[in-house]
């Protein structure tokens, strides 16, 4: 997944205008302009369309955390100059406040299976012997999850269309 498709899936599942989203990115520390946010949200085969780079998004995910958990005492976390699956998934684990039976619940949603103990290793440090990196299938059911529960099935559903069948 790109790092633009994991914005625009946020910003739909929260119902995000620009100013929302400039707001996000003033509270993870970085200024963000309207015409910023409309390049970063256009499709990837649109020619006008700016890479939203690693650090944006940290950015972005860190100001997600503020907004709804609140600014925490002392030094704000500087954004990650790398993303990885992982990290996105901590930091939406973090900015939602979820528990590991909420986040299995969220991937049931879409009909996606995971163990807890599966779940549990995409939130160890890398060195540990445990450690499962976080495919983009998994971030992305996740994701889809996400949206089912805020949007609701109606909404979401609307937003895909299945093609016509061909007649025989």
Request: proline letters at 4%; aromatic letters at 8%.
């Amino acid at each position: 997944m790109t790092n633009n498709d994991i914005l625009r899936r946020i910003r739909y599942t929260f119902d995000c205008d620009d100013s929302k989203m400039m707001e996000i990115f003033t509270l993870g520390g970085r200024e963000s302009t309207r015409a910023d946010i409309s390049a970063w949200m256009k499709k990837d085969d649109d020619p006008g369309q700016l890479k939203l780079k690693d650090t944006q998004l940290a950015v972005f995910l860190n100001g997600l955390i503020i907004e709804k958990r609140g600014k925490k005492e002392g030094a704000q976390p500087e954004p990650e100059k790398r993303l990885g699956n992982n990290i996105i998934f901590v930091k939406l684990k973090i900015a939602l406040s979820l528990q590991a039976e909420d986040i299995l619940a969220t991937l049931e949603l879409v009909g996606f299976q995971l163990s807890k103990h599966e779940l549990s290793a995409f939130f160890r440090k890398p060195g540990h012997k445990h450690y499962r990196e976080c495919k983009d299938q998994v971030l992305r059911n996740f994701l889809h999850g996400l949206q089912l529960k805020y949007r609701g099935k109606e909404e979401s559903a609307s937003e895909f269309k299945w093609p016509e069948p061909k007649p025989k």
